[in-house]
T-cell receptor, first 115, second 115 residues
């Protein structure tokens, strides 16, 4: 079964600083990968997804993520944090090629943005 | 296009009671999944329905059940509520056939509190 690890339950940055949220998956076959964001009292919203096209994926709100097969990683970045980016971020993975298509979610990383 | 809607948004129940939560997916989406979200366990998959059939089930006791109607609307039921059932219950819909490439669209959730 797939598993996904998000390093750091909380990440704190200053407004204007680089945002880096880490996600590693466990699979011998590259999976489909997703990043979702959850604002308080809301459901999850898709930021971006990787489905075996370009390894650098651009998403909404200035976020992007790079798929690195050799490192089994799919880290999320944003060059300059805004106060409005404060939220919970989830990495999710699902199988390609006949495996489980139900996504497995990481435990989430809470992004805190300081003025 | 209207998003995923869930009713009610908030619910307070007493131990031993039962509860029914409702979810209306995005028009055209035939797959509906349910998740339980708690601070301690994160997002845990409950079950998925497609064309009125349960296709996948997570590792939850039989007190948790669901169904899907011909218009793709779904309900989940929890019987004999326990304090540990207090959580945010999220519904997600997808275009998915059996491809993991499809992202999920989440509703705002139902916050269930069991006293």
């Amino acid at each position: 079964a797939q598993s996904v690890t998000q390093l750091g339950s909380h990440v704190s940055v200053s407004e204007g600083a680089l945002v880096l949220l880490r996600c590693n998956y466990s699979s011998s076959v590259p999976p489909y990968l997703f990043w979702y964001v959850q604002y308080p009292n809301q459901g999850l919203q898709l930021l971006l997804k990787y489905t075996s096209a370009a390894t650098l994926v651009k998403g909404i709100n200035g976020f992007e993520a790079e798929f690195k097969k050799s490192e089994t990683s799919f880290h999320l970045t944003k060059p300059s944090a805004h106060m409005s980016d404060a939220a919970e971020y989830f990495c999710a993975v699902s199988d390609q090629g006949g495996g489980s298509y139900i996504p497995t979610f990481g435990r989430g990383t809470s992004l805190i943005v300081h003025p | 296009k209207a998003g995923v809607t869930q009713t009610p948004r908030y619910l307070i129940k007493t131990r031993g009671q039962q509860v029914t939560l409702s979810c209306s997916p995005i028009s055209g989406h035939r797959s509906v999944s349910w998740y339980q979200q708690t601070p301690g366990q994160g997002l845990q998959f409950l079950f998925e329905y497609f064309s009125e059939t349960q296709r996948n089930k997570g590792n939850f006791p039989g007190r948790f059940s669901g169904r899907q109607f011909s218009n793709s609307r779904s309900e989940m039921n929890v019987s004999t509520l326990e304090l540990g059932d207090s959580a945010l219950y999220l519904c997600a819909s997808s275009l998915a056939g059996t491809s993991g490439a499809y992202e999920q669209y989440f509703g705002p959730g139902t916050r269930l509190t069991v006293t």
